[in-house]
């Protein structure tokens, strides 16, 4: 009879001997996509590491240890930092990240007092599913350009990851990213594409080099919105993590804690020059197969994160690795994050022969997808800010009858 591995509880502290590889096990998990955002943003990587590490280590103090959960940088917010900071530089794309962490922790206040119910209403699944498409495949473009480049060294980069994701077990299988990096870095080396002078001249400790952001309104209204798309994807992983936990953790500490902490983490970031965080599923992976959930674990996994952010060869490393590599990883994430917004729309069971539900995702699909804008005095709100406003707008204002029409319509049919 096989043996049942030893569950570790969220409040359980191990040897130091055991603890370490746990938490460089979760730093691996979250380090190739956490690395990944600032690479494609333009932001500061090594700030990334910083505000992801000081982010967790919040995140743990707000929610009184009782959340095995790690904050990674975010996808969501890629395409409205990159609009910003062409348009208006990055400290503006900074004032509307800093600004997405106040919305965060608005709706954590908001939800203390008057719990979930109009969140639900707000931010349905034909809602938030549509968005997390538009979010995939508005990237799409960014993907291709930058694998285009050398296509062979994409090709490479992308097969690696794809492998891993779909063939690995195990903790190998919850890393294909980070493997893919590795992997395309390696190859991309060994054609001579990548440049190492920097990492020669770079100093073992370096300090980080913060950014600060600077007021825009409109960076405000492209960029806080997306909040509410990352705010329902916190609550999904908070639940799929209390059910890997075996406690209701929406209710002690409380998903208002939870949804505080992120807020924190997230301005914190974005006042420093660092990308909104968000729960990263990674981590949850591994704690689902390793059973080992402890705050202790996820937290040396935070420290490690701040001591490799003032490694300055490490932070070099990063930027040299060629910009095909992470096109061709980019091409698998970004279709990952359309993917899932489609699963949404599945396992929610959103009915398309409803006129109401059919009007939504198309409206916010062709308006993300397609880059519309639209300008309101020196304001200008644009692709995915866009398409969230006009489909929470359409959810609110389109008769909930609708559907009950179109099924009334669809039963006489089928007599």
């Not at 505000?51 to 959340?67: D, P, R, V």
């Not at 931010?123 to 473009?141: E, F, H, K, M, T």
């Not at 952001?213 to 209204?221: D, G, K, L």
């Not at 992976?285 to 001591?307: E, K």
């Amino acid at each position: 009879m096989a043996k049942q591995q030893r569950i570790v509880d969220v409040q359980e502290r191990l040897p130091l001997g055991e603890s370490l590889p746990l938490s460089l096990q979760h730093l691996f998990a979250m380090f190739g996509s956490t690395v990944l955002v600032p690479f494609l943003t333009g932001l500061n990587p090594s700030i990334a590491l910083l505000t992801s590490g000081i982010g967790t280590l919040l995140y743990i103090l707000l929610t009184k240890g009782m959340i095995p959960g790690y904050l990674g940088s975010s996808f969501a917010f890629i395409g409205p930092i990159i609009a910003v900071s062409k348009s208006q530089g990055v400290g503006a794309a900074l004032f509307g990240c800093l600004l997405s962490g106040v919305v965060y922790i608005i709706v954590a206040g908001i939800i203390r007092t008057s719990g979930t119910r109009w969140l639900d209403r707000l931010l349905p699944p034909v809602v938030v599913g549509s968005i997390v498409i538009v979010i995939g495949l508005g990237l799409a473009g960014v993907a291709v350009d930058m694998a285009s480049k050398d296509w062979t060294v994409a090709s490479v980069a992308l097969l690696i990851a794809i492998v891993a994701s779909a063939f690995f077990r195990g903790f190998l299988g919850v890393i294909p990213i980070l493997l893919g990096i590795i992997g395309g870095f390696v190859f991309a080396a060994i054609r001579g594409l990548v440049d190492f002078s920097a990492v020669g001249k770079a100093a073992w400790f370096a300090m980080p080099e913060f950014t600060m952001p600077h007021a825009s309104w409109t960076a405000a209204i492209v960029i806080a919105p997306v909040a509410l798309v990352t705010i329902a994807e916190h609550i999904g992983h908070l639940l799929v993590t209390q059910n890997i936990v075996g406690r209701d953790l929406m209710k002690n500490p409380g998903l208002h804690r939870s949804m505080l902490g992120d807020g924190v983490a997230t301005a914190l970031a974005g006042l420093v020059g660092g990308p909104p965080s968000t729960t990263y599923g990674e981590n949850i992976g591994v704690m689902a197969i390793t059973r080992v959930y402890s705050v202790w674990v996820i937290g040396g996994a935070a420290v490690f994160a701040v001591l490799f952010s003032f490694i300055g060869k490490f932070s070099a490393m990063i930027t040299s690795i060629p910009v095909p590599v992470m096109g061709g990883i980019s091409i698998l994430l970004f279709g990952i994050i359309a993917s899932a917004g489609l699963r949404m729309l599945v396992e929610s069971g959103i009915n398309y022969t409803h006129k109401r539900n059919l009007i939504i995702s198309s409206v916010i699909l062709v308006l993300g997808v397609g880059g519309a804008k639209i300008n309101i005095g020196d304001l200008q709100i644009e692709g995915m800010a866009l398409a969230t406003f006009a489909g929470i707008l359409l959810n609110l204002v389109l008769p909930r009858g609708l559907n009950e029409d179109d099924a009334a319509e669809s039963e006489q049919v089928v007599h």
